[in-house]
């Protein structure tokens, strides 16, 4: 039972692991990304290599890779996984005129299990970037991890999960819907 459709919660509402061991193996992998912003001159010694702790980039994948690996140690009602693939891509954006300077992650996790590995890819992309802030905080101590996110989810019972489809389908939704009360009456 569970307390309003909370799998996490049984039907008195205390926390509980869910119970995966009926549901079939299937393969199911995740996508996650986070951006963190820097001044310019930071991102510069990144990709220059000076940064006095050493490769940043290179500490970043495997942190995020070895983050993925610890996720239920860190989650509380999360399950430990046999994950077959995690891989972390830390990609340098210079500032633009519509955002700064910084590093964009991304982090793919998967397994053929039971449960789902979107836990294990959001935290791979927030462990490497909160590396990459601890590698380079001498110099900047003013960036600012965002857009921690899901980007894209297959497999199980709930199937593909696309955040790119998801936010089309919304906006072509909210297109469809009348914005005032005079196109209502129109």
């Not at 310019?40 to 970043?60: C, S, Y």
């Amino acid at each position: 039972m569970t307390v309003d459709g909370l799998t996490h919660l049984d039907d008195q509402g205390n926390a509980r692991m869910v119970d995966v061991s009926a549901k079939a193996d299937t393969k199911r992998t995740a996508i996650a990304e986070g951006f963190i912003a820097m001044k310019p001159e930071t991102l510069a010694a990144i990709t220059e290599g000076t940064i006095k702790k050493g490769d940043v980039f290179a500490a970043a994948r495997i942190a995020g890779i070895m983050a993925a690996k610890k996720t239920s140690d860190l989650i509380p009602l999360c399950h430990p996984l046999a994950l077959t693939k995690v891989e972390v891509i830390c990609e340098p954006h210079p500032a633009t005129s519509d955002s700064p300077a910084g590093v964009a992650i991304q982090a793919t996790a998967s397994l053929v299990g039971k449960t789902g590995v979107e836990m294990e890819a959001l935290t791979a992309a927030s462990v490497a970037a909160l590396t990459i802030y601890d590698m380079c905080k001498a110099i900047d101590r003013g960036m600012e991890i965002t857009s921690v996110r899901l980007l894209h989810k297959e497999g199980g019972k709930t199937g593909t999960w696309n955040r790119v489809a998801e936010e089309a389908a919304r906006n072509a939704a909210d297109e469809a819907q009348p914005t005032s009360v005079q196109e209502d009456q129109a």
